[in-house]
Every structure is written in C-alpha cells, then in structure tokens.
C-alpha cells in the first residue's frame, strides 16, 4: 500500500510538472554586419512570450578593416509600445540586461544594433539575444 502512494504522488508530480510551462527564447548571430558612423542596424524581431528581463551577451565584435575588438551598443524596440529602450554597452563575453524594466513584458519587439565609438569603418558582431 505504501508502494501505490508513493508511486501515485510521483505520478501527480509529474503532471503538474509536464503543465507548467517554462520556455527559454535565445538567438544566437554570427557576423552580424553593424553600419559605420554609430548608425543604428536592425538585427533581428521577435515575439517575447513571458514577462522577464531582456539580455544580451556578445561574443565579439570586430573591425571590418583592422580586425581590432570594438565596443557594441544595442536596444530593443517594443512594437506595442512603440518606443525604444535606452542604448547599453555590451562588454565582450558577459550577459548584460537591456530591458532594464521596461522591455519585460509579452509582445513583439526588435534588437537594433549600433558601434559605440563613430568610425568610419563598420564592425561584424556575433551575440546571442535571451528573450524570455
């Protein structure tokens, strides 16, 4: 009889388990071309499906003429809202929030991309965009 509980509230367990819903959205770019001058790029839109906080975590972002490490700066666009969040810098290889609370609910919106320093030589970067 303790054997039939024990395995009949393992099997609820489960159920309740399996109907949670618990979704990770990421994309990950690779050679993403950002125009010269700190001109904003559009990267990528999305639909965001839960209430969190957008990140962001680059990998690299080169020079397309010398190669060297430059500093990235993105934002999203909330098409709902109509409005853009403030530009943040990304240092290479740490994840950093850039919804900074305002981006953080479900809805469509679009990564935009930009060089911090205006050069007039564009840079390739490659991230990886967490939404939900």
């Known amino acids: 009889m303790k054997y039939l509980k024990v395995t009949l509230l393992l099997f ?3 159920l309740i388990f399996t109907g949670t819903k618990s979704l ?4 990950t770019f690779a050679q993403v071309k950002v125009s ?11 639909v965001k499906e839960n209430t969190s906080d957008q990140k962001f975590q680059k990998i ?7 190669n060297d490490e430059r500093a990235v700066q993105v934002r999203t666009y909330s098409y709902y809202l109509d409005r853009v969040n ?9 994840i950093v929030n850039i919804s900074n609370g305002l981006h953080d609910e479900p809805g469509q919106y ?9 050069k007039i030589t564009g840079c390739e970067f490659s991230g990886t965009w967490i939404l939900d």
């Open 12 to 14: 609820i367990g489960a």
């Open 24 to 27: 990770a959205k990421s994309y």
């Open 36 to 46: 010269p001058l700190s001109a904003k790029t559009d990267v990528a839109t999305s």
């Open 60 to 66: 690299t972002c080169r020079d397309t003429l010398s």
């Open 86 to 94: 403030y530009w943040t810098t990304v240092p290479k290889g740490s």
């Open 110 to 118: 679009k990564l935009e991309a930009r060089t911090e320093s205006s």
